[in-house]
């Protein structure tokens, strides 16, 4: 790959080396997250979100002591009244530490305005080491280089090869209200269990849709992940649950799914609509689960009674609904001690 000189520093094109955790190349933006012909099948306020990179990452080795970046946001809004700059349009950037066998965070943008070019870090010992970037989580990205001193190695990797676990899911999913991209659970996730994780969360439009599910099987899953409660009303988890599930085992017959139960709300202990709206949710997704169990086996599920912790301060949300990094990282306790046996399951078999 052929860089762009300016000043001292090689450029190197993030649109020019494939992106992981994306799963269509047949996009209208590079960072996308669904296939251009997906644009008028599903809903309007999904095909806006999905243009969102929520998951993405891009994989890179360097010698540099230093790194730069470029990018160029969709959207000129870069922040939320509940969620930092640096979780909506950030990029999050974490090194392997070759002694502890772990990926470490080294740091993230701060972004103010739609285009930004910044050093991302520096006074590193000048080591090769393998990084992975998190691209933001609620915007877009329409431009995005990396730069090094020129003279520096730099190598672009490709996409781990593993099949991905495909999590779809609400806001929540998508990442909200995490600080940083790598704070949201899913980056956790796929961390902790060295596995790709396809974030498919649509802010408040995770509605299971047939369009959806039809969607879902393109994807070549080692396991699926159904969280769309916290979107749902008891009466569409009543007409909607089984024939998405239906759909998931007809194109992908041996694939696990793991149905994720309707998180409570974190004040839903004062305030009775909430509670009432948690404990119908609740009942509908396992009547269903209990129905689709009678017909199809590798099916999972996951209660919801303690995905945001148990503490009775409930310092888990921004706002009752949303995890801030603590209510993230109780999720991403949750799903792993859910998801890890899964995975094992299928190595060993394998």
């Given at each position: 790959?052929e860089?762009?000189v300016?000043d001292?520093?090689?450029?190197?094109?993030?649109?020019?080396?494939?992106?992981?955790?994306k799963?269509?190349?047949?996009?209208?933006?590079?960072?996308?997250?669904?296939?251009?012909?997906?644009?008028?099948k599903?809903?309007d306020?999904?095909?806006?979100?999905?243009?969102?990179?929520?998951?993405?990452?891009?994989?890179f080795?360097?010698?540099s002591?230093?790194?730069?970046?470029?990018?160029?946001?969709?959207?000129?809004?870069?922040?939320?009244?509940?969620?930092?700059?640096?979780?909506?349009s950030?990029?999050?950037?974490?090194?392997?530490?070759?002694e502890?066998?772990?990926?470490?965070?080294?740091?993230?943008?701060?972004?103010?305005?739609?285009t930004?070019?910044?050093t991302?870090?520096?006074?590193?010992?000048?080591?090769?080491?393998?990084?992975?970037?998190?691209?933001?989580?609620?915007?877009?990205?329409?431009?995005?280089?990396?730069?090094v001193?020129?003279?520096?190695?730099?190598?672009?990797?490709?996409p781990?090869?593993d099949k991905?676990i495909?999590?779809?899911?609400?806001?929540?999913?998508h990442?909200?209200?995490?600080s940083?991209?790598?704070?949201?659970?899913?980056?956790?996730l796929?961390?902790?269990?060295?596995?790709?994780?396809v974030?498919?969360?649509?802010?408040?439009s995770?509605r299971?849709?047939?369009e959806?599910?039809?969607?879902?099987?393109?994807?070549?899953?080692?396991?699926?992940?159904?969280?769309?409660?916290?979107n749902m009303?008891?009466?569409?988890?009543d007409?909607?649950?089984?024939?998405?599930?239906?759909?998931?085992?007809?194109?992908?017959?041996?694939?696990p799914?793991l149905?994720?139960?309707?998180?409570?709300f974190s004040?839903?202990?004062?305030l009775?609509?909430r509670?009432?709206?948690g404990?119908n949710?609740?009942?509908?997704?396992?009547?269903a689960?209990e129905?689709?169990?009678?017909?199809?086996?590798?099916?999972?599920?996951l209660?919801?009674?303690?995905?945001?912790g148990?503490?009775?301060?409930?310092?888990?949300?921004v706002?009752?609904?949303h995890p801030?990094?603590?209510?993230?990282y109780?999720?991403?306790?949750?799903?792993?001690?859910?998801?890890?046996?899964?995975?094992?399951?299928?190595?060993?078999?394998?």
């Open positions: 790959m860089p762009t300016e001292g520093f090689a450029w190197y094109d993030a649109t020019q080396w494939p992106v992981e955790n799963c269509w190349n047949d996009v209208d933006r590079y960072f996308a997250r669904f296939p251009a012909r997906a644009k008028g599903v809903t306020s999904v095909w806006n979100l999905s243009q969102h990179s929520a998951g993405e990452v891009v994989r080795r360097t010698d002591d230093q790194i730069k970046v470029r990018y160029t946001l969709l959207n000129a809004s870069v922040a939320m009244s509940h969620m930092p700059a640096t979780g909506v950030g990029l999050d950037l974490y090194a392997f530490d070759e502890t066998k772990t990926w470490r965070w080294a740091a993230v943008t701060q972004p103010t305005k739609k930004e070019e910044k991302w870090i520096s006074g590193m010992e000048k080591k090769e080491r393998e990084y992975m970037a998190y691209l933001p989580l609620y915007n877009g990205i329409d431009a995005l280089s990396i730069g001193p020129e003279g520096a190695s730099f190598t672009a990797l490709s781990r090869s991905p495909v999590y779809y899911g609400t806001s929540i999913a990442g909200g209200c995490a940083r991209p790598g704070n949201a659970y899913t980056a956790m796929g961390r902790r269990l060295d596995i790709p994780v974030n498919l969360g649509f802010s408040g995770a299971m849709e047939m959806i599910a039809e969607l879902l099987c393109e994807i070549d899953a080692e396991i699926y992940v159904l969280d769309a409660g916290p009303t008891s009466q569409w988890i007409e909607r649950m089984i024939p998405f599930v239906k759909k998931l085992r007809e194109a992908r017959p041996n694939v799914i149905i994720v139960e309707d998180r409570w004040n839903e202990w004062i009775p609509e509670h009432n709206t404990v949710n609740h009942a509908s997704e396992k009547r689960f129905e689709l169990q009678k017909e199809f086996d590798e099916l999972y599920y209660s919801g009674e303690t995905l945001l148990e503490d009775l301060d409930n310092d888990g949300t706002d009752g609904s801030n990094d603590l209510g993230m109780r999720q991403a306790n949750a799903l792993e001690a859910a998801i890890r046996p899964i995975l094992e399951k299928i190595r060993a078999a394998k």
